[in-house]
């Protein structure tokens, strides 16, 4: 009987030891992420500006003669507000436009921190991405009535120009990337493109399946993009600032990815076995691939 007792409490001290590790392990993972960089400006011309920092995607700012248009939302209030602030360091202009490069949270999530009188505009298939089931299939936050505001409000299909006083900046789609609702911000004046998602350095480029994007597509894509605007500039969500080359590169590496995927397909290989043959990191790439390749055939 007592032998047992002392089982049972020694089975209750180590369930407390467990779950005290692991709430300290939790909030230590906490702090880490609310311990995010202040957001800051970075400057590219008088009136074009990176967003960086905070929690969520890079984004960008443009002041117009007469009002203010903002690239990308961060995701939480205290980024929003750190933007908000810096926003109005350098300009009193109201913000006039939000844009939405594409649905990912990282680039929306902070949409309803933003004042309502904000216009806030993206591509009709990035807006019907809002409604998409998460991809852990949970039904999307943005069907709450309460966040109905926040959704984009205006959209368009292959271009659109806005116009702030006689600033034009350009909305341009060119075709099913990495989402299907990916658009590139332009400003020719600038020669710079924000284009969202669509490029990653140092890591493989991410490419939402489960929301209908397509790496095939995305060569074109990319392609179509590079030889329609004369940017020089290609601003992005998670990298520094390029330069047209390394966009030709990034494409080229994708298409030398697809190619030897293909080829290991005609050899029988397996999935797990295709994904030997590449880096650890560009598994997640190598499976959608071998799974478009693979729909193609069926
Ligand atoms: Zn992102």
């Known amino acids: 009987m007592k032998e047992a007792e002392i089982m049972r409490t020694k089975g209750k001290l180590i369930l407390i030891l467990f779950f005290s590790l692991f709430f300290v392990s939790s909030s230590i993972l906490f702090v880490q992420q609310r311990e995010a960089a202040a957001v800051k400006l970075d400057k590219l011309s008088d009136r074009l500006f990176q ?3 905070g929690r969520g995607a890079n984004g960008g700012l443009y002041i117009g003669d007469d009002g203010v248009l903002v690239i990308d939302a961060k995701m939480t ?4 507000g750190q933007a908000l602030e810096e926003i109005k360091k350098v300009t009193d202009k109201p913000i006039t436009y939000l844009v ?3 649905s990912d949270g990282d680039h929306v999530a902070g949409n309803r921190f933003f004042p309502r009188t904000v216009t806030i505009i993206s591509h009709e298939n990035c807006r019907k991405e809002f409604f998409h089931p998460r ?4 039904p999307s936050e943005w069907n709450s009535p309460e966040l109905a505001p926040f959704i984009p409000s205006l959209t368009f299909r292959d271009k659109m120009n806005i116009y702030l006083g006689a600033r034009k900046v350009e909305l341009w ?3 099913i990337g990495h989402t299907t609702g990916d658009i590139v911000v332009y400003f020719p004046e600038e020669k710079t493109a924000f284009i969202g ?3 990653f350095m140092g890591r493989p480029q991410l490419i939402h399946s489960y929301k209908g994007g397509n790496s095939f597509e995305y060569v074109k894509t990319v392609t179509r993009m590079l030889q329609t605007l004369e940017a020089e500039t290609f601003c ?3 990298s520094e600032p390029v330069d047209r080359s390394t966009v030709e590169q990034q494409v080229e590496e994708m298409k030398k990815i697809q190619e030897k995927i293909k080829s290991l397909l005609k ?3 397996s999935l797990e076995e295709a994904k030997k043959e590449f880096e650890e990191n560009q598994a997640r790439l190598v499976e959608t691939i071998f799974n478009e390749i693979k729909s193609r055939r069926q």
């Open 100 to 102: 939405n490069t594409h």
């Open 173 to 175: 789609y060119f075709g």
């Open 197 to 199: 998602d669509q490029i």
């Open 267 to 269: 050899q029988g290989k």
């Open 77 to 80: 209030e205290e980024s929003v």
């Open 236 to 238: 992005s969500g998670h």
């Open 135 to 138: 991809r852990d299939g949970e």
């Open 51 to 53: 967003i960086l920092g």
